[in-house]
């Protein structure tokens, strides 16, 4: 038995299945915005720079930006699988 525990991965979990492995998701973590996200949109319009250390970070960040009014911004993304 294989267990994934982001619960992210449907193609890994149905791959793990085509073969024939018994496998399930058990999620173990759960993403909560903070009440802080309602102000980052007018934060970003002061921002120099903005780094992204996350996937989902990058999406909120994506949110903030386009609720912004897609200013221009200078970003950095850092970690694993942010190119």
Not at 11 to 31: F, H, N, T
Not at 68 to 75: C, E, N, Q, T, Y
Request: charged share 30%.
């Amino acid at each position: 038995m294989v267990l994934l525990t982001r619960g992210k991965d449907k193609g890994l979990l149905d791959r793990l299945r085509a073969l024939g492995i018994k496998a399930a998701e058990v999620a173990l973590l759960e993403q909560v915005d903070l009440p802080g996200l309602e102000v980052l949109p007018g934060r970003l319009l002061q921002a120099d720079w903005v780094a992204v250390t996350s996937k989902e970070g990058a999406k909120r960040l994506l949110w903030a930006w386009e609720k912004a009014g897609r200013p221009l911004l200078k970003v950095a993304a850092v970690g694993e699988g942010m190119g």
